[in-house]
């Protein structure tokens, strides 16, 4: 018996992927990935604080917590504060209704 928990593990187990292109050299999965936004995975180690957090702000969104650490994130990245968003979220809103 194997430790591998992936249901789909036996099926592929036997097969020669010796041969298999990247990503970039077939058209479309390269199209597929573009489509996708360039993501890329990766490990990190979150405290459980913060991770329940962003999963329960997803679960009351209905949306992803991967989707709101990634924004979460990328907002940091740019340097934006949360009052930066407050004040572009009021100035949407104004220019909406004029």
């Not at 702000?57 to 989707?67: C, D, I, L, P, W």
């Amino acid at each position: 018996m194997n430790n591998n928990s992936d249901p789909m593990y036996e099926r592929y187990t036997d097969m020669d992927f010796a041969d298999a292109k990247p990503v970039s050299q077939v058209p479309a999965l390269a199209k597929l990935q573009a489509q996708h936004g360039n993501k890329m995975r990766i490990t990190m180690r979150v405290d459980s604080e913060t991770l329940a957090i962003f999963k329960a702000r997803a679960e009351m969104s209905g949306g992803s917590y991967q989707t709101l650490m990634n924004e979460a994130l990328k907002q940091f990245a740019h340097g934006l504060t949360l009052s930066d968003m407050v004040r572009e979220t009021i100035k949407q809103e104004l220019h909406k209704s004029i």
